[in-house]
Structures are given as structure tokens and as C-alpha cells.
């Protein structure tokens, strides 16, 4: 038998059921580094996955609490679609992935952990980033911290028009 020792775990199960929605509350943080926040925007924010496909795994969210795609509207859409498009800008520069994967998990069976907030994963991708150790042992081996790679990021991120000033 295979073990995995998650002990933070814990105060996430005995939380019950009066879970708040993890970006709502990222929405709402004023610890934006605690938070993984990385930038604001009119319509929405840049937070990093704390539970990341790869180094630099970004989310790009609504701060409305909306789940269903054709519920965003089109101001949201656009600054979601050119805040996708500066946080690439910000990976490219910042950590040189060879490529990258964009998308959105619309509901439970297409994968989405998160199905009543809807958001977009941006995962960079680079030569060989995928190994024998996902094949052989079921394990993905994440080489950088999340507090290093935030201070990757950030820099890049403060210099985009808006920042994390909160000009919503």
C-alpha cells in the first residue's frame, strides 16, 4: 500500500460544509502573496494553482461567482481573454516554457475540481517535462517551490498596466 502524508488536509476536512469558494475568498484577499495573487484587472485576477500541473500554473478568474461559460459577460469575457493573453507575455518572459496549454474545465465530467466559479488553467510546458517518474511511479516531480516561482512572476506582473492596484 502506497501512503501519502498530506497533513494540512485536515483542517480542510473538518471544515464540513460551510466551505468558501477559494476564489471568492482570492478575490477578496488582502495577503495577495499568501494567496498566490498576481494581478488585478477590471473583471478579473491572475492566481497561481496551488496545486499546479506545472511550475507556473496560472488561473485566470472572474471575480463574480459564476459557473456556466455563457453566463460571463462580454466585458468579462474580453478582460479575461487579454488577461490570458498578458499572463503568456508574463510566463514567456519570466520562465521560457516551449509551450503552453490553455483551457477551462466546463463541469465535473470535463474535470473541473471547481465547478461553480468558472476559471482558465494556463499550464507552460517545455521539452521533456514529462518523465519516467509518472510512468513508472504514478509521481510528478515539481523541481521549484510556489513561493519561488511567485517571485518569478511578480516583478513581470507589477509592470503590466493596472498591477495589483485594485482598480475595480
Same mark, same amino acid.
Given at each position: 500500500?502506497? &501512503?501519502?502524508?498530506?497533513?494540512?488536509?485536515?483542517?480542510?476536512?473538518? %471544515?464540513? +460544509?460551510?466551505?468558501?469558494? *477559494?476564489?471568492?475568498k482570492?478575490? @477578496?484577499?488582502? /495577503?495577495?502573496? !499568501? /494567496?498566490? #495573487?498576481?494581478?488585478?484587472?477590471?473583471?478579473c =485576477?491572475?492566481?497561481?494553482?496551488?496545486?499546479?500541473? @506545472?511550475?507556473?500554473?496560472?488561473m485566470? #478568474?472572474p471575480?463574480r461567482? *459564476?459557473?456556466? =461559460?455563457?453566463? $460571463?459577460?462580454?466585458?468579462?469575457?474580453?478582460d479575461?481573454?487579454?488577461?490570458i493573453?498578458? %499572463? #503568456?507575455? *508574463?510566463?514567456?518572459?519570466?520562465?521560457?516554457?516551449h509551450?503552453?496549454?490553455?483551457? !477551462? @474545465?466546463?463541469?465535473?465530467? !470535463? +474535470?473541473?475540481? &471547481?465547478?461553480?466559479? $468558472?476559471?482558465?488553467?494556463i499550464v507552460?510546458?517545455?521539452? +521533456? /517535462?514529462? @518523465?519516467?517518474?509518472?510512468?513508472? %511511479? %504514478?509521481?510528478?516531480?515539481?523541481?521549484?517551490?510556489?513561493?519561488?516561482?511567485?517571485?518569478?512572476?511578480?516583478?513581470f506582473f507589477?509592470?503590466?498596466?493596472?498591477?495589483?492596484? /485594485?482598480?475595480?
Amino acid at each position: 500500500m502506497e &501512503i501519502l502524508w498530506a497533513p494540512w488536509r485536515m483542517q480542510y476536512i473538518l %471544515s464540513g +460544509g460551510n466551505r468558501e469558494c *477559494v476564489f471568492c475568498k482570492c478575490s @477578496n484577499t488582502t /495577503d495577495i502573496k !499568501a /494567496d498566490l #495573487v498576481l494581478y488585478r484587472s477590471k473583471y478579473c =485576477f491572475v492566481v497561481m494553482n496551488r496545486f499546479p500541473y @506545472n511550475n507556473g500554473h496560472l488561473m485566470v #478568474v472572474p471575480y463574480r461567482h *459564476v459557473g456556466e =461559460f455563457e453566463e $460571463l459577460t462580454e466585458e468579462e469575457l474580453s478582460d479575461m481573454v487579454m488577461t490570458i493573453k498578458k %499572463s #503568456v507575455s *508574463v510566463l514567456k518572459k519570466a520562465l521560457s516554457p516551449h509551450g503552453f496549454n490553455i483551457g !477551462a @474545465n466546463l463541469g465535473k465530467v !470535463a +474535470g473541473a475540481g &471547481i465547478t461553480d466559479h $468558472l476559471h482558465f488553467h494556463i499550464v507552460p510546458r517545455w521539452d +521533456g /517535462d514529462t @518523465n519516467y517518474m509518472a510512468v513508472i %511511479s %504514478s509521481t510528478k516531480v515539481m523541481p521549484e517551490m510556489l513561493e519561488s516561482t511567485y517571485g518569478k512572476l511578480e516583478p513581470f506582473f507589477k509592470e503590466m498596466e493596472g498591477g495589483l492596484d /485594485d482598480d475595480r
